[in-house]
Structures are given as C-alpha cells and as structure tokens.
C-alpha cells in the first residue's frame, strides 16, 4: 500500500495568519475568542455575542487584487492556507503532476456572508439588483476550484461537505484516491467563513452557544463557540517525498469514517468509538500506540461526555494514559475547517513534542474523566495521535497521524 | 387557562404524549423529550407566549416541567411590566 506523507500546512484563524503563528499560540495557550467584531450583535439574543474571529486580515497581502471579486471570504481562507502549504511542500504542478494531484476542502456551509448580504438587499432593503458574481462566491465548491485554478492543479477537484466534519472527510477522500493510484499528491483542508448574524441566530435557537465562553470537558460547559478560518495540506507518496528530498512534517497513517443512524443532532458514543477503531485499524495501528487525541471537544454537555466514554470503550486501560485535549477554546469551532485547524495542532504535537492545552477548564465533571491537558501546554512525546470529527447528523470521521517515518 | 396548563399542552402535543401523564415534577427528559425535541418544545412555548426563554431557565437533564412554567411567568411578568 501507498504511504502518505504531509509536506506542507497552511493556515489561517483567530490565532493567526499563517501555520507557525497558529502553532505558536496553540502551545502559549492564547485564546483568540473574543466579542464579535464584525456583526450588529444587538441583533442576537442570549448575550452570546462571542467568537473566534479573524483579525487584521488584509486580503490583498496574500492574494492577486485581480482574483479578489470572486472571493467570499470562505474562498480568501482556503486560498491563504492553500498557498503557504504549497509554497512549504515545494511542489509545482506542471507538465503530468498538474493531472495527478487533487483539491479536496471540507466545508460545512458556503459563502455565508455573500448569500446573507444578497438576501438581506431583497428581502429587508427591497433592493432587486445583486451583484453578478454572488453565486460564484457562495458556492461551496468555490475555494478547491480557487485553489485549482491559482495553482494550475487539474486533477479531481471537489468539496466535501460533512458539517463538522468535513475537514476530515475531505483527508479521507484525498488520502483514499492516493492509495488507489488515481493521483499522487492533493491539496487538502477545510474552510470556513461561518460568523454571519444568519448563522449566529440559527445556531443560538438550537442553544449549543456558550453564553461565556468554550469549556470543553469542563464542569459547568455551557456550550461551542464559533470560530472561522481555513488549514490546507500537501499530501503526497512517501516515495515522492523521498525523491523530492523534501521534509516530511508527519506520516498520514489513517482514515476511519461512520454514520451513528441515529439522532440527527444528539452525539453517540457507538458512532464515534467505531470511527476511531476505524481510523486505527486503517493505519495498522494498537490502541497503544496512539500517545494524543485532538478531540471533537465542542463544549457541548453531550458531546463531551459522549467522546469520553467512546474513547474509555476504544482504548480500555489505555485510555487513562493517554493526553487528550480539545484546542477550540483557542481557534473556536470553525465547522467545516475544525478537523483541519485540528490537525496543525496535532501535527504539532508529533513534531515538537507539545500537546496544546484545554483551555477554561474550571474542574472535573464526572462524566469526563480523562486527562485533558489542562490549562498549558504540555511536554511529552507523541509518536502517533488521531484526530477526532464528530458532525451534527450523526457523521464521524477520525484522521491518525504518526512521527515522519525515519529518513525522512 | 393557567400558564401551566397551556405550557403541559404544548408539551403533550410534542411529544405526542397523554396530556395527564405530565406532572410539575417531571423532566422533559423523564417525558421522553430529548434532544431537538426538547429544543422545538422550548421554541414552542416561546411561540406561544412570545417570550425569550435563556438557556439557564431550559436545564433538559435535571429542570421540572414546574420550573420551566415558572420561568415562563417570569418572563410573562417582565413582559407586562416592560408595557
């Protein structure tokens, strides 16, 4: 079987422009969420006027002045994070490699601001005119087809869109295509531009938004806060990386996806324990193996404790041992680019030895009772670690990684 | 009609359960009401009333039905003093 390997990241959130300073406020333990910035909050009820927000973000230092009106900011994301991991992993897609590399991005939604602005000038202002380029900005197809056509990349280009986790399913989708021989390298992630006054109500009338702030597995969790942003990787074949002399930042080990076929909304610890097993037994891998879980860790009640006792019934006494800890207090639950934005921490971990930190824990809840790195960042080394998404529909998907193998 | 008999009905509507069968001192969860349930039954009553009811007064796994009417008075209350 085909190795796959990570060569290049990228990405862009509330901690951050760019990978090295995502990384960086992730083992520091900064919180990016903070009062919304960009929306009429009055409009939202329940005080939940929180969120991780992009900041200071200047388009035109990152991207063609040129391309700019086609881009919701979905789009911007995806295409920031896309090429800083191009430009790390050194790939250029001429000649074959342009047809034998794929775009796969998670995304939950779509161009949220785009479609609100529109529907708001017809419905509220009364105003019949939209700008032409709206539909090419909303689409959610729009960011992988970007990325094509900013790098030249011609082969199987789609989005993948699993709510939560979508990031996950679209490292899957990529990964599954490299085995199989139908490309050799991919583009890969999540994006998402989700902080619109649309959204935020929809979200708040299902009560999961923390009015205070995110808590994961922490006694008196009151909910997720929304985040936003995009992580994009270069995956390719460990023999293409080798022959490349390029350095490889972790191996991509497994993929492992399940359908709870149960609650629309309400998490099972089944649906999540079989993804994980599966993510595991794709990468040939024991439960001991695995030294680190960047868990779902919505702050959620439900979720929380369901993740805690799937993860007691995937690795049994192993599970005591093991760090676990859910980095969206810091880059928020950014949807569709949660399992992306996961996988730079957990990326990190393996590399620098670092688990980031849950942050706000205020105490142990019963029901979570595993060691979910409190508070700061912690030294330890982590040869393998997966990834947990966990979706709103009942939809799993779980990323393993482990060390890049030796000589790499 | 009392705030709690309105609020019992539309519960039992939602639920799809003997309106006799619910009690103050029963949670939405001992009813059934679980989940987006439980969420549809609170936006219901907030339907009803045309009330806002915070996430504190809507505690799904530990809450009576008694306690949810009495949040639901609350706000009434504010409602007609806020003219």
């Known amino acids: 079987m085909r190795r796959i390997v990570i060569t290049g990241q990228g990405a862009i959130c509330a901690l951050g422009h760019n990978a090295a300073d995502t990384w960086r406020a992730m083992t520091e333990g900064r919180s990016g969420i903070g009062p919304i910035g960009h929306i009429d909050t009055n409009l939202l009820r329940n005080n939940a006027a929180i969120a991780a927000e992009i900041s200071d973000f200047e388009p035109r230092a990152f991207i063609e002045e040129s391309r700019l009106p086609f881009l919701d900011p979905l789009s911007q994301y995806a295409l920031v994070a896309a090429n800083e991991a191009i430009r790390q992993s050194g790939l250029s897609f001429r000649n074959e490699r342009a047809s034998r590399t794929a775009v796969v991005v998670g995304v939950g939604v779509a161009g949220e601001e785009t479609r609100e602005g529109l529907y708001k000038k017809l419905y509220s202002e009364e105003i019949g005119r939209f700008h032409p380029l709206g539909i090419v900005r909303i689409m959610s197809n729009a960011p992988p087809s970007q990325i094509s056509m900013a790098h030249g990349i011609t082969g199987p280009t789609f989005t993948v869109a699993s709510a939560c986790a979508s990031s996950n399913h679209a490292i899957a989708q990529a990964a599954l295509m490299i085995r199989a021989g139908l490309v050799d390298a991919a583009v890969v992630g999540g994006a998402e531009a989700c902080i619109t006054l649309g959204l935020l109500r929809a979200w708040e009338a299902m009560r999961v938004l923390a009015p205070d702030t995110c808590r994961p597995f922490s006694a008196n969790r009151r909910g997720l806060v929304l985040g936003e942003g995009a992580a994009m990787f270069v995956l390719e074949t460990l023999e293409s990386a080798q022959a490349r002399g390029v350095t490889v930042l972790a191996e991509l080990a497994g993929v492992g996806m399940s359908a709870d076929a149960g609650d629309i909304a309400a998490p099972s610890d089944a649906g999540g324990a079989a993804a994980m097993r599966a993510a595991l037994q794709d990468a040939g891998m024991q439960p001991q193996e695995i030294d680190y879980i960047n868990a779902h860790g919505t702050g959620t009640v439900a979720n929380d404790s369901t993740e805690t006792r799937a993860i007691h019934q995937v690795f049994g006494e192993h599970a005591r041992r093991l760090a676990v800890s859910s980095t969206k207090p810091m880059h928020g639950h950014a949807l569709g680019a949660a399992g992306a934005l996961e996988l730079i921490a957990t990326i990190g971990a393996l590399r620098h030895g670092i688990v980031p930190p849950t942050l706000n824990y205020l105490g142990p809840d019963p029901a979570c009772d595993l060691d979910y790195v409190p508070h700061e960042a912690r030294a330890m080394p982590v040869r393998a670690a997966i990834s947990n998404s966990f979706a709103f529909g009942g939809l799993n998907a779980v990323v393993a990684v482990r060390q890049a193998p030796a000589g790499s | ?83």
């Open chain 2, 1 to 83: 009609m009392s705030t709690q008999q309105e609020v019992f009905e539309i519960i039992s509507k939602q639920a799809k359960i003997e309106l006799d069968t619910i009690k103050p001192e029963s949670t939405l969860k001992d009813l059934g009401v679980a989940s987006l349930d439980a969420i549809e039954v609170i936006f219901d009553i907030e339907e009803h009333f045309n009330i806002n009811l915070p996430n504190e007064d809507t505690d799904f796994e530990n809450g009576t039905v008694g306690q949810l009417v009495q949040a639901v008075d609350r706000q009434l209350a504010q409602k007609s003093a806020n003219g």
